[in-house]
């Protein structure tokens, strides 16, 4: 069975950093292209990044130079490092398995919030 | 990046309607896109991708058509497990993006 499990997630002030993890079992991430998206209260899905199996990471523009994804093969887990957070990042924050063109998201997390608040 | 709107953004519906949501891009693109169901508390679900082509496990009531700037997602005889909020997405180039959903309610 599939299964994406998020952690990580809690609350944090403006400025600060976060790690987010993503453990996946009944498939592998080394050859898998696997995914952030995210949905802020009351609203839509925004896609935030992807890593591809050959290791090529892609970002929205809302979290360039701040967010970074990578994976741990041996533990089946990928991470999203979240820097200099904002407010405006405030979401439930979903791994899922897709985000290679032109492929969809087949597979989700249950999700994580993370809350951004002094 | 190309901007993806539905319409329309809230429908009422009862048990047993026929019922069709739009995307409109604001570029057009062959055929990579999906629609995806989303239930409060929980994370979407995949329907439909490459714009008609149904994901395993989805019930043959829900069908998707559409290519260019222009997508439609019916579905042929509502359920009570069918209220829900709908999204679309385009996988035709990065960045990746959604429409702003439509709330399907019971009428």
């Known amino acids: 069975e599939v299964q994406l499990v998020e952690s990580g997630g809690g609350l944090i002030q403006p400025g600060g950093s976060l790690r987010l993890s993503c453990t996946v079992s009944?498939?592998?991430?080394?050859?898998?292209?696997m995914s952030w998206v995210r949905q802020a209260p009351g609203k839509g899905l925004e896609w935030v990044s992807v890593?591809?199996?050959?290791?090529?990471?892609y970002y929205a523009d809302s979290v360039k130079g701040r967010f970074t994804i990578s994976r741990d093969t041996s533990k089946n887990t990928f991470y999203l490092q979240m820097n200099s957070l904002r407010a405006e990042d405030t979401a439930v924050y979903y791994c899922?398995?897709?985000?290679?063109?032109?492929?969809?998201?087949?597979?989700w997390g249950q999700g994580t919030l993370v809350t951004v608040s002094s | 990046d190309i901007q993806m709107t539905q319409s329309p953004s809230s429908v009422s519906a009862s048990v047993g309607d026929r019922v069709t949501i739009t995307c409109r891009a604001s570029q057009g693109f062959s055929s990579w896109l999906a629609w995806y169901q989303q239930k409060p508390g929980k994370a979407p679900k995949l329907l439909i991708f490459a714009a008609s082509s149904l994901q395993s496990g989805v019930p043959s009531r829900f069908s998707g058509s559409g290519s260019g700037t222009d997508f439609t997602l019916t579905i042929s005889s509502l359920q009570p497990e069918d209220f829900a909020t709908y999204y679309c997405q385009q996988a035709n180039s990065f960045p990746i993006t959604f429409g702003q959903g439509t709330r399907l309610e019971m009428k």
């Open positions: 009944g498939f592998t991430v080394s050859t898998s292209y």
């Open positions: 899922a398995r897709g985000g290679e063109l032109p492929n969809p998201f087949d597979y």
């Open positions: 890593i591809y199996i050959g290791g090529s990471t």
